[in-house]
């Protein structure tokens, strides 16, 4: 089964400075890759997705996020954090060998902008 | 245009008992899925549904079941309610299985607990 990885549990960051999250991944074939975000109390919002083409792939509210094969990397990152970005965000890969759009989520990271 | 909408949006039952989460996809949009989150991790793949039938289960027990009706929309129905069935309860959808896009639209989500 395909899968992905998110190491860290919470990345706090200084309001205004650069904003990273993990993901890894492992796949068989070609991945398919997402990165979801979730505020409290809501449901998950999609912020941008690697099928194919450039790596880096620009997303929703100035975010974008680099497509590393070599290091099986879909890192995603914004050059200036705010703090209306902390929640939790989420990467997730196709997992269905038929093409369906089943996904399989990492466990999330917890962002949280210090004013 | 509407989104992906879910009802109800919080619900409480007891060890034993049935339940019934419902879903209306977007508008044009043909496929269903639904995801389990429980506390502190990320979605788990149930089902997905496309033209009524059934296109991918996960690694849930019979006690889940799903369908999709003529209009798209969807039910999710779980019977004899465990404690551990407490979770988010998650509905996307998508113009289809294998839309070139790929993007799923999550719902605001079901706030089950079992008590």
């Known amino acids: 089964a395909q899968s992905v990885a998110q190491p860290e549990d919470q990345v706090n960051v200084a309001e205004g400075n650069p904003l990273t999250v993990k993901c890894t991944y492992s796949v068989s074939g070609n991945p398919y890759l997402f990165w979801y975000v979730q505020y409290p109390n809501r449901g998950l919002q999609f912020l941008l997705k690697?099928?194919?083409?450039?790596?880096l792939v620009k997303g929703s509210y100035g975010f974008e996020a680099e497509f590393n094969k070599s290091q099986t990397s879909f890192h995603l990152k914004k050059p200036s954090a705010l703090v209306s970005d902390s929640a939790l965000y989420f990467c997730a890969v196709r997992d269905d060998i038929y093409g369906n759009n089943r996904l399989a989520f990492g466990k999330g990271n917890q962002v949280v902008v210090i004013p | 245009d509407a989104g992906v909408t879910q009802s109800p949006t919080h619900l409480i039952k007891t060890r034993g008992q049935q339940v019934t989460l419902r879903c209306s996809p977007i508008?044009?949009?043909?496929?269903v899925s639904w995801y389990q989150q429980v506390l502190g991790q990320g979605p788990q793949f149930i089902f997905q549904?496309?033209?009524?039938?059934?296109?991918g289960r996960g690694n849930f027990p019979d006690r889940f079941s799903a369908r999709q009706f003529p209009n798209y929309s969807s039910e999710l129905n779980v019977n004899a309610l465990l404690l551990g069935d407490s979770a988010l309860y998650l509905c996307?959808?998508?113009?289809?299985?294998?839309?070139?896009?790929?993007?799923?639209?999550f719902g605001p989500g079901t706030r089950l607990t079992v008590t």
């Open positions: 996307a959808s998508s113009l289809g299985p294998r839309d070139r896009f790929y993007e799923q639209y």
């Open positions: 508008s044009g949009h043909k496929s």
């Open positions: 690697y099928i194919t083409g450039d790596n």
């Open positions: 549904y496309y033209e009524k039938e059934e296109r």
